[in-house]
């Protein structure tokens, strides 16, 4: 693999957006100003082929400077989207263009990466699809989940140990060592489970869903009722095929699964969050010919749930074989002042040293998990080898979880390594990788 430089090539495929501020409404008689992609939430689907140039005009109609990142897509350095890393963050008025050969295929998305503007609504899948897919399938649908804020995003004043926090308190369910946002529920495709969409299906036929977790503090548990599912891509690389009744991801993971449409009737996709109790996202799958007023069934026990120790890569990295060049130890862990601060190694970014590796480098980070919370870990800029699969956001389980991934230096350039809970993220969980000489 050579070091993806700068495209300047005539693009295959161009697209403009405008960031500004809109109204969504994820339910019947619920409605809140966002900021938003093109007034669309989530944003609009962005579909090319491999190996198509892309180039994506952003428009800022913010009162605030913006980027994009293209969450898990090995683009050039400079258009990676990070602001005072890869380029300036775009003020308000104006306009940056993104230009990058799409490639590898795959299920992506793309969202801001200034502070907390994620989690008021700048995200949108990006779908690279595989000239050649190693799975066949008639149909496919897209299914973004999310978590829904109706207010401005913030930080826990008071440090996130108890009352007050983020506007009133815990979550509950699981989140002991954290505050969890004031969610005001869950959504498929931007829609909250009293108003869900629906997939058509027909019997017979091979569906493909394309899972995208772009929630910013939540892990989802994934079900579709009365249907096993076949994942074939974890964070978009292809994998064998393996049957499951669920899966369980966090924020920044992705994945594809197969369903074979056997059992007619209407089905709840359903999406619980293992760390909220809020009500569960939904979606419903209906056979053609099935009466629509019946009410859909929901999935019963979590049944087979996938564990990463499952996937195997059709291909499996270049470069990261035997033993590592350089290897980083890294303590993930809660800060321990008065403010709201998550540490790697006990620094809190930005006032945290990056982690220097060179050109060509087989590179292993070994992760140990000291708090109670999940840390969904993600890459920018290249894969990694994990286990036997090939991702770019890894969940580290509370704990003293540890996960140990691989990757290769091929892509020279700073690149953001973080938590994408967005929270723990703007809390200083992140370091930059960068390329010496
Ligand atoms: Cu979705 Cu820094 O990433
Ligand atoms: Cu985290």
Known sequence: ????????????????????????????????????????FPGPELRVQEGDVLSVELTNDLEAETTIHWHGVP????????????????????????????????TYFYH?????????????????????????????????????????????????????????????GGMMGDVRPPYD???????????????????????????????????????????????????????????VDSFAFGAGERYDVVVEATNPGRWFVQADALDGNEPPARAVVEYEGTDGTNTPQVPSS?????????????????????????????TLSRGGGQSY??????QTYPDADPLRI????????????????????????HFFQVGNAVKDTVMVPGHRGQVTLDFHADNPGRWLFHCHNLYHLDAGMARIVKYVE
């Open 1 to 40: 693999m050579t070091p993806r430089s700068t495209v300047t090539s005539e693009p295959d495929s161009s697209v403009s957006l405008t960031a500004g501020a809109g109204t969504i409404q994820p339910g019947p008689d619920v409605s809140t100003s966002n900021w938003l992609y093109d007034e669309q």
């Open 75 to 106: 683009v050039p350095n400079p258009v990676d989207g990070v602001p005072g890393v890869t380029q300036e963050p775009i003020a308000p008025g104006e306009t940056f263009e993104y230009r990058f050969r799409a490639e590898p295929a795959g």
């Open 112 to 172: 801001s990466h200034v502070g907390l503007q994620l989690d008021r609504g700048l995200l949108g899948p990006l779908i690279v699809e595989e000239r050649d897919p190693h799975v066949e399938y008639d149909r496919e649908y897209v299914v973004v989940l999310d978590d829904y804020l109706p207010d401005e995003p913030q930080l826990p004043s008071d440090g996130g140990r108890g009352g007050g926090g983020m506007g009133g308190g815990m979550g509950g």
């Open 185 to 243: 529920g869950l959504l498929i495709n931007g829609r909250l489970p009293e108003d869900p969409q629906t997939f058509g299906v027909t019997e017979g036929e091979r569906i493909r869903f394309r899972f995208v977790n772009a929630g910013s503090a939540t892990v989802f548990g994934v079900r579709i009722a009365g249907h096993e599912m076949t994942v074939t891509h974890a964070d978009g690389r292809p994998v064998d095929p393996v049957d």
């Open 302 to 330: 979590p049944g087979d749930q996938l564990q990463y120790s499952d996937l195997q890569a059709i291909s499996s990295l270049d470069g990261v074989s035997g033993s590592p060049d350089r290897t980083f130890d890294l």
């Open 341 to 346: 601060t998550w540490t790697i190694d006990g």
């Open 358 to 381: 060179r050109p060509g480098e087989h590179v292993r980070i070994r992760m140990t998990n000291q708090s109670p919370v999940v840390h969904p870990m993600h890459l920018h800029g």
